[in-house]
């Protein structure tokens, strides 16, 4: 059974701190126009937790390990596709440190639904996109109820994230985004959480649903999310947009 030891000690967190925020942070900004809202929507948020997103571009979870607030960073594990990232050491490496990441069986084979639990039931959050690999044009796909699975068997909650622009900036089969810093946003959701008796099936249709519509409204705020009747949902100045 892996060792949970290098998510919780102190020497990789600091080196994943200035892997992300310091160098990816910097190559980020420098290939893309990056834009971020509704992180208030997650200042409350505490403990282990689930992050999904939509998933059409290897430069997603960098924008996310970069730009998603650091205290919800700083302990994050990617779960990454075993068959990818983890076939030659050269890439594991690397893949490891910059996003804390663990392996994933797509084909169902090995123990990555397992890590994830074990990381939860650890403190870890883990960072994972349902829809099991890139979607190949640009639309978003069907959600496996993995994540939401996790959610409900450890009562956790689950933070979507809407990630627009990243297809573009960098599209299947190209190993550099394109040039001319191209706009990516991404939009932080309010956490949701399952429903009782809501089975994981119906509570991954409900997050996908949600996601579904921040990135048609293009906006972190949506009816139905969670807002307190006779308040006005906040505007997010955590905008962070470079002039072109």
């Known amino acids: ?34 834009r971020v809202e509704g992180a208030r929507n997650v200042e409350g948020v505490s403990g282990p937790f689930v ?11 960098t924008v996310m390990v970069t730009e998603l607030p650091r205290r919800l960073t700083g302990n994050l594990a990617v779960a990454a596709a075993a068959d990818y990232f983890y076939k030659q050491w050269w890439i594991k490496a690397p893949t490891s440190l910059f996003f804390n990441s663990y392996p994933v069986h797509r084909d169902g084979a090995g123990r990555g639904k397992g890590m994830s ?6 403190g870890v959050p883990v960072l994972i996109f349902p829809e099991g690999t890139r979607s190949r044009d640009g639309e978003m796909q069907h ?48 956490p949701m959480r399952a429903r009782p008796g809501e089975k994981p099936r119906e509570f991954s249709d409900r997050v996908a649903a949600r996601i579904s519509t921040m990135l048609t409204m293009q906006t972190p705020y ?12 906040q505007t997010d100045e955590h905008t962070q947009e470079e002039a072109s």
């Open 1 to 34: 059974m892996q060792s949970l030891s290098r998510y919780h000690a102190r020497w990789h967190r600091w080196a994943r701190f200035v892997a992300q925020r310091v160098v990816l942070k910097s190559v980020v900004h420098s290939v893309a126009r990056v």
């Open 222 to 233: 949506v009816l139905g999310d969670g807002n307190v009747a006779g308040t006005r949902p």
């Open 117 to 122: 639990s074990r990381l939860l039931e650890a």
């Open 143 to 190: 959600f496996k109820p993995g994540a939401a699975a996790l959610c409900c068997h450890h009562d956790v909650p689950c933070i979507p994230v809407a990630l627009l622009g990243t297809r573009d900036a960098m599209p299947v089969g190209r190993s550099w985004p394109v040039p001319g810093r191209p706009p990516v946003t991404m939009l932080v959701g309010r």
């Open 51 to 61: 992050v999904v997103a939509n998933h059409t571009s290897h430069l997603d979870a």
